[in-house]
Protein backbone atom coordinates (compact mmCIF):
# COMPACT_ATOMS: atom_id res chain seq x y z
CA UNK A 1 0.00 0.00 0.00
CA UNK A 2 1.41 3.41 -1.13
CA UNK A 3 2.25 5.74 1.52
CA UNK A 4 -0.22 8.71 1.74
CA UNK A 5 1.72 12.16 2.72
CA UNK A 6 -0.46 14.78 4.01
CA UNK A 7 0.56 16.89 1.39
CA UNK A 8 -2.04 14.11 -0.33
CA UNK A 9 -4.62 14.83 2.04
CA UNK A 10 -4.51 18.61 1.70
CA UNK A 11 -4.82 18.44 -2.14
CA UNK A 12 -8.04 16.01 -1.99
CA UNK A 13 -9.99 18.09 0.94
CA UNK A 14 -8.99 21.44 -1.05
CA UNK A 15 -10.47 19.40 -4.22
CA UNK A 16 -13.88 17.67 -2.42
CA UNK A 17 -14.30 20.06 0.96
CA UNK A 18 -14.19 16.38 2.90
CA UNK A 19 -12.73 15.86 6.14
CA UNK A 20 -8.97 14.77 7.07
CA UNK A 21 -10.19 11.29 8.03
CA UNK A 22 -12.65 10.55 5.17
CA UNK A 23 -9.46 12.22 2.54
CA UNK A 24 -6.92 9.64 3.84
CA UNK A 25 -8.85 7.06 4.27
CA UNK A 26 -10.19 7.56 0.32
CA UNK A 27 -6.16 7.56 -0.92
CA UNK A 28 -6.00 4.73 1.26
CA UNK A 29 -8.33 2.95 -0.43
CA UNK A 30 -6.84 3.83 -4.21
CA UNK A 31 -2.89 3.68 -3.33
CA UNK A 32 -2.97 6.96 -3.50
CA UNK A 33 -4.34 8.20 -6.83
CA UNK A 34 -6.33 11.63 -6.55
CA UNK A 35 -8.61 11.32 -9.22
CA UNK A 36 -9.62 7.77 -8.14
CA UNK A 37 -9.88 8.64 -4.62
CA UNK A 38 -12.47 11.80 -5.80
CA UNK A 39 -14.61 9.03 -7.50
CA UNK A 40 -14.38 6.64 -4.10
CA UNK A 41 -15.77 10.08 -2.64
CA UNK A 42 -18.50 10.37 -5.25
CA UNK A 43 -19.39 6.44 -4.92
CA UNK A 44 -19.37 7.22 -1.20
CA UNK A 45 -21.72 9.96 -1.24
CA UNK A 46 -23.89 7.85 -3.66
CA UNK A 47 -24.38 5.48 -0.71
CA UNK A 48 -25.04 8.51 1.54
CA UNK A 49 -27.41 9.86 -0.40
CA UNK A 50 -28.85 6.84 -0.47
CA UNK A 51 -29.07 6.83 3.46
CA UNK A 52 -30.50 9.75 3.57
CA UNK A 53 -33.12 9.17 1.29
CA UNK A 54 -36.08 9.06 3.67
CA UNK A 55 -35.16 12.60 5.03
CA UNK A 56 -37.34 15.41 4.89
CA UNK A 57 -35.74 18.50 2.63
CA UNK A 58 -37.73 20.80 3.00
CA UNK A 59 -35.49 23.85 3.35
CA UNK A 60 -33.50 24.99 1.20
CA UNK A 61 -33.06 28.26 -1.78
CA UNK A 62 -35.33 29.66 -4.17
CA UNK A 63 -33.19 31.87 -6.55
CA UNK A 64 -33.04 33.42 -9.71
CA UNK A 65 -31.08 34.18 -12.91
CA UNK A 66 -31.47 36.46 -16.08
CA UNK A 67 -29.11 36.52 -18.75
CA UNK A 68 -30.59 38.20 -21.85
CA UNK A 69 -33.54 37.45 -22.80
CA UNK A 70 -34.20 34.44 -20.80
CA UNK A 71 -34.35 34.17 -16.99
CA UNK A 72 -34.66 31.26 -14.39
CA UNK A 73 -36.05 30.48 -11.32
CA UNK A 74 -34.67 27.24 -8.90
CA UNK A 75 -36.06 25.61 -5.99
CA UNK A 76 -32.97 23.43 -4.54
CA UNK A 77 -33.89 21.97 -1.17
CA UNK A 78 -32.30 20.59 2.30
CA UNK A 79 -33.03 19.16 5.61
CA UNK A 80 -32.47 21.98 7.45
CA UNK A 81 -32.29 25.64 7.03
CA UNK A 82 -28.98 26.45 8.52
CA UNK A 83 -27.78 24.67 5.25
CA UNK A 84 -28.64 27.09 2.96
CA UNK A 85 -26.67 29.70 4.82
CA UNK A 86 -23.99 27.52 3.48
CA UNK A 87 -21.62 29.35 0.64
CA UNK A 88 -20.79 25.71 -0.74
CA UNK A 89 -24.62 25.20 -0.72
CA UNK A 90 -25.18 28.66 -2.18
CA UNK A 91 -22.49 28.49 -4.61
CA UNK A 92 -24.61 25.09 -6.09
CA UNK A 93 -27.30 26.72 -6.30
CA UNK A 94 -26.42 29.32 -8.18
CA UNK A 95 -23.91 27.12 -10.66
CA UNK A 96 -27.65 25.21 -11.52
CA UNK A 97 -29.60 28.03 -12.04
CA UNK A 98 -27.07 29.76 -13.97
CA UNK A 99 -26.77 26.40 -16.35
CA UNK A 100 -30.65 26.04 -16.59
CA UNK A 101 -30.91 29.09 -18.37
CA UNK A 102 -27.23 28.50 -20.60
CA UNK A 103 -28.52 24.55 -21.80
CA UNK A 104 -32.30 25.50 -21.27
CA UNK A 105 -33.94 21.93 -20.01
CA UNK A 106 -37.14 20.84 -20.55
CA UNK A 107 -37.61 19.09 -17.53
CA UNK A 108 -36.42 17.85 -13.61
CA UNK A 109 -34.37 14.97 -15.57
CA UNK A 110 -33.00 17.24 -17.74
CA UNK A 111 -31.87 19.61 -15.10
CA UNK A 112 -30.08 16.41 -13.27
CA UNK A 113 -28.15 15.88 -16.16
CA UNK A 114 -26.78 19.43 -17.48
CA UNK A 115 -23.19 19.41 -17.76
CA UNK A 116 -21.76 21.78 -14.93
CA UNK A 117 -17.80 22.23 -15.52
CA UNK A 118 -17.52 19.02 -16.38
CA UNK A 119 -19.53 17.19 -14.22
CA UNK A 120 -24.01 16.60 -14.44
CA UNK A 121 -25.85 18.34 -11.86
CA UNK A 122 -26.44 15.56 -10.63
CA UNK A 123 -23.37 14.60 -9.61
CA UNK A 124 -22.45 18.22 -8.20
CA UNK A 125 -25.68 17.96 -5.65
CA UNK A 126 -24.17 14.25 -4.65
CA UNK A 127 -20.10 15.75 -4.18
CA UNK A 128 -22.41 18.38 -2.01
CA UNK A 129 -24.36 15.95 -0.24
CA UNK A 130 -21.37 14.41 1.15
CA UNK A 131 -19.31 17.37 1.69
CA UNK A 132 -22.37 19.26 3.80
CA UNK A 133 -23.88 16.03 5.14
CA UNK A 134 -27.20 16.71 4.83
CA UNK A 135 -29.75 15.12 1.68
CA UNK A 136 -30.13 17.51 -0.94
CA UNK A 137 -32.27 17.73 -3.60
CA UNK A 138 -33.11 19.57 -7.12
CA UNK A 139 -37.14 20.40 -6.62
CA UNK A 140 -38.41 22.34 -9.54
CA UNK A 141 -37.50 24.70 -11.94
CA UNK A 142 -39.12 27.71 -14.73
CA UNK A 143 -37.92 29.37 -17.52
CA UNK A 144 -39.20 32.73 -18.86
CA UNK A 145 -38.37 33.84 -22.33
CA UNK A 146 -39.21 37.96 -23.39
CA UNK A 147 -38.65 39.93 -26.54
CA UNK A 148 -35.93 42.89 -26.52
CA UNK A 149 -39.00 44.93 -25.72
CA UNK A 150 -39.52 43.16 -22.47
CA UNK A 151 -38.16 43.66 -18.55
CA UNK A 152 -37.39 40.55 -16.12
CA UNK A 153 -38.48 41.28 -12.63
CA UNK A 154 -36.53 39.75 -10.29
CA UNK A 155 -36.88 39.92 -5.95
CA UNK A 156 -35.41 37.50 -3.59
CA UNK A 157 -36.99 37.58 -0.17
CA UNK A 158 -35.43 36.42 3.19
CA UNK A 159 -31.68 35.28 1.94
CA UNK A 160 -33.69 32.76 -0.51
CA UNK A 161 -36.95 31.74 1.32
CA UNK A 162 -38.77 33.59 -1.02
CA UNK A 163 -38.23 34.08 -4.94
CA UNK A 164 -40.16 35.58 -7.36
CA UNK A 165 -39.53 36.57 -11.01
CA UNK A 166 -41.92 38.42 -13.62
CA UNK A 167 -42.04 39.25 -17.24
CA UNK A 168 -43.72 42.71 -17.76
CA UNK A 169 -44.10 43.50 -21.99
CA UNK A 170 -43.74 46.84 -23.35
CA UNK A 171 -41.65 48.66 -21.04
CA UNK A 172 -37.63 48.81 -20.34
CA UNK A 173 -38.27 50.07 -16.31
CA UNK A 174 -36.25 47.15 -14.72
CA UNK A 175 -36.95 49.15 -10.96
CA UNK A 176 -40.75 48.73 -11.79
CA UNK A 177 -40.24 45.20 -12.87
CA UNK A 178 -38.45 44.80 -9.81
CA UNK A 179 -41.18 46.01 -7.39
CA UNK A 180 -43.55 43.92 -8.96
CA UNK A 181 -41.71 41.19 -8.62
CA UNK A 182 -41.71 41.71 -4.70
CA UNK A 183 -45.46 42.25 -4.77
CA UNK A 184 -45.64 38.81 -6.24
CA UNK A 185 -43.44 37.58 -3.53
CA UNK A 186 -45.25 39.18 -0.96
CA UNK A 187 -49.46 38.42 -1.61
CA UNK A 188 -49.01 35.67 -3.78
CA UNK A 189 -50.92 36.15 -6.92
CA UNK A 190 -52.32 33.08 -7.95
CA UNK A 191 -52.63 34.20 -11.63
CA UNK A 192 -51.72 36.80 -14.07
CA UNK A 193 -55.27 37.95 -14.39
CA UNK A 194 -58.78 37.20 -14.13
CA UNK A 195 -59.10 35.60 -17.76
CA UNK A 196 -56.60 32.92 -16.93
CA UNK A 197 -58.55 31.64 -14.23
CA UNK A 198 -59.57 27.71 -14.70
CA UNK A 199 -63.64 27.37 -14.83
CA UNK A 200 -63.25 24.52 -12.51
CA UNK A 201 -61.28 27.22 -9.96
CA UNK A 202 -64.69 29.63 -10.46
CA UNK A 203 -66.88 27.30 -10.55
CA UNK A 204 -65.98 25.96 -7.89
CA UNK A 205 -66.21 29.00 -5.81
CA UNK A 206 -69.11 29.94 -6.96
CA UNK A 207 -70.62 26.84 -5.52
CA UNK A 208 -69.56 28.00 -1.77
CA UNK A 209 -70.37 31.53 -2.62
CA UNK A 210 -73.68 30.44 -3.96
CA UNK A 211 -74.35 28.17 -0.92
CA UNK A 212 -73.30 30.62 1.91
CA UNK A 213 -75.45 33.34 0.45
CA UNK A 214 -78.37 31.18 0.39
CA UNK A 215 -78.00 29.91 3.86
CA UNK A 216 -78.46 34.00 4.97
CA UNK A 217 -81.74 33.18 3.85
CA UNK A 218 -81.61 36.36 0.90
CA UNK A 219 -84.30 35.78 -2.44
CA UNK A 220 -82.96 33.91 -5.04
CA UNK A 221 -82.44 37.30 -6.90
CA UNK A 222 -80.59 38.76 -4.48
CA UNK A 223 -78.18 35.85 -3.84
CA UNK A 224 -77.71 36.36 -7.32
CA UNK A 225 -76.74 39.61 -7.78
CA UNK A 226 -74.47 39.04 -4.00
CA UNK A 227 -72.52 36.17 -5.48
CA UNK A 228 -71.68 38.18 -8.97
CA UNK A 229 -70.07 41.06 -6.33
CA UNK A 230 -68.70 38.11 -4.20
CA UNK A 231 -66.72 36.28 -7.07
CA UNK A 232 -65.79 39.57 -8.62
CA UNK A 233 -64.02 40.49 -5.41
CA UNK A 234 -62.89 37.19 -5.71
CA UNK A 235 -61.30 37.18 -8.92
CA UNK A 236 -59.05 40.79 -8.25
CA UNK A 237 -57.99 39.29 -5.06
CA UNK A 238 -56.23 36.29 -6.78
CA UNK A 239 -55.29 38.24 -9.87
CA UNK A 240 -52.28 40.01 -9.99
CA UNK A 241 -53.60 43.31 -12.14
CA UNK A 242 -56.25 43.79 -10.00
CA UNK A 243 -54.70 43.33 -6.90
CA UNK A 244 -53.94 46.72 -5.13
CA UNK A 245 -50.03 47.48 -5.60
CA UNK A 246 -48.12 46.70 -2.41
CA UNK A 247 -46.11 49.94 -2.16
CA UNK A 248 -49.28 52.61 -3.36
CA UNK A 249 -52.88 50.50 -2.50
CA UNK A 250 -54.17 53.69 -4.31
CA UNK A 251 -53.40 51.81 -7.55
CA UNK A 252 -53.85 47.85 -8.97
CA UNK A 253 -50.48 46.41 -10.39
CA UNK A 254 -51.89 46.86 -14.15
CA UNK A 255 -52.48 50.75 -13.40
CA UNK A 256 -49.27 50.66 -11.59
CA UNK A 257 -47.05 49.39 -14.62
CA UNK A 258 -49.18 51.05 -17.46
CA UNK A 259 -47.86 54.31 -16.27
CA UNK A 260 -44.46 53.44 -18.33
CA UNK A 261 -46.47 51.59 -20.95
CA UNK A 262 -45.72 48.23 -19.23
CA UNK A 263 -48.28 44.99 -18.69
CA UNK A 264 -47.53 42.10 -16.62
CA UNK A 265 -47.07 38.69 -18.92
CA UNK A 266 -46.29 36.25 -16.54
CA UNK A 267 -44.68 35.68 -13.41
CA UNK A 268 -43.44 32.41 -11.03
CA UNK A 269 -43.24 32.50 -7.29
CA UNK A 270 -41.38 29.41 -5.46
CA UNK A 271 -41.95 29.45 -1.68
CA UNK A 272 -39.09 27.40 0.10
CA UNK A 273 -41.16 23.64 1.01
CA UNK A 274 -44.24 25.16 -0.02
CA UNK A 275 -46.57 21.85 -0.01
CA UNK A 276 -43.87 19.92 1.52
CA UNK A 277 -44.18 17.59 4.72
CA UNK A 278 -42.01 19.60 7.24
CA UNK A 279 -39.14 18.10 9.56
CA UNK A 280 -40.00 17.89 12.88
CA UNK A 281 -36.89 17.88 14.72
CA UNK A 282 -36.36 16.22 18.52
CA UNK A 283 -32.89 17.35 19.22
CA UNK A 284 -32.77 15.23 22.90
CA UNK A 285 -33.90 12.16 21.22
CA UNK A 286 -31.41 12.40 18.01
CA UNK A 287 -28.79 12.87 20.70
CA UNK A 288 -30.11 9.94 22.85
CA UNK A 289 -30.07 7.81 19.72
CA UNK A 290 -26.26 8.40 18.56
CA UNK A 291 -25.17 7.79 22.33
CA UNK A 292 -26.76 4.60 21.71
CA UNK A 293 -29.56 5.59 24.53
Not at 56 to 76: D, H, K, P, R
Not at 235 to 250: C, M, R, T, Y
Amino acid sequence: MAKISAKQVKELRDMTGVGMMAAKKALMEVDGDIDKAVDFLRAKGVDTMAKKADRIAAEGLAATYVSGNTAAIVEVNSETDFVAKNESFQEMVEKIVKTIVEQKPADNEAVLGLDVDGQTVKDLIIENTSKIGEKLSFRRFAILEKTDNDVFGEYIHAGGRIAALVLVEGMQDEEMAKDVAMHVAAINPQYVSADQVPQEVYDHEKQIQTEKSLAEGKPANIVEKMVEGRMGKFLAEISLVDQPFVKDSALTVAKYLAEKGGKAKSFVRFEVGEGMEKRNDDFAAEVASQMGK
